[in-house]
């Protein structure tokens, strides 16, 4: 047999999950009525740091946890159709999206493939800004209906703490 790749060892943990799983009679509406908005980064436990189990909360991750066309998307289906209420958008400390310009990884993208990507990096220079920009954007929204409940903060990833942004 071939070598044992890592998506190898995450279908063999999957199966020993499937072994012990006794649920699958959760609700689809999470039981908080709260969404998060996150950075894709591995280093964020959003379950231990948020304390939040299955079935408590939809989570949205993407590189920089930025608002873009897909969460806008996914918030709008998830509280028009599943229930929830309430937005809490995360970015964080040392990420790789401030290492970086929209313009380097665009140049860098049509140099190796000859084409334009159809979307946008979102790289940021200012954690605090970014996270003001993307709740204001979701506070705009008209396909989002509750937008009173929409809080942003910043997670730092050497601490473990969170510090709530002011929207301004």
């Known amino acids: 047999m071939g070598t044992v790749t890592a998506t190898d060892e995450l279908l063999a943990r999957a199966e020993l999950f499937r072994e012990s ?3 699958g009679n ?12 996150t950075c894709m980064d591995s280093r964020i436990d959003l379950f231990r740091l948020l304390g939040i189990g ?27 159709l599943m229930g929830t209420t309430e937005v ?5 400390t040392d990420c790789g999206m401030l290492t970086f310009t929209d313009a380097e990884l665009d140049a860098a993208l049509r140099s ?27 506070r705009g929204d008209p396909f ?12 730092d990833v050497d601490k473990g703490s969170l510090r709530e942004i002011d929207p301004g």
Do not use: C, K, M
Request: hydrophobic share 35%; glycine share 12%; no cysteine.
């Open 21 to 23: 799983f006794g649920g």
């Open 144 to 155: 989002v209906p509750h937008r009173q409940s929409i809080r942003g903060f910043v997670y």
């Open 54 to 80: 299955e079935g408590d909360a939809h989570v949205l991750r993407n590189s920089g946890g930025i608002v873009t066309t897909d969460v806008r998307r996914s918030l709008a289906i998830s509280q028009r």
């Open 112 to 138: 190796e493939t000859g084409r334009a990507p159809d979307w946008s990096g979102g790289a940021f220079t200012d954690l605090e800004v970014s996270v003001r920009q993307s709740i204001n954007q979701l």
């Open 26 to 37: 959760l609700p689809r509406q999470p039981a908080t009525g709260v969404t998060v908005v």
């Open 88 to 92: 809490v958008l995360i970015q964080h």
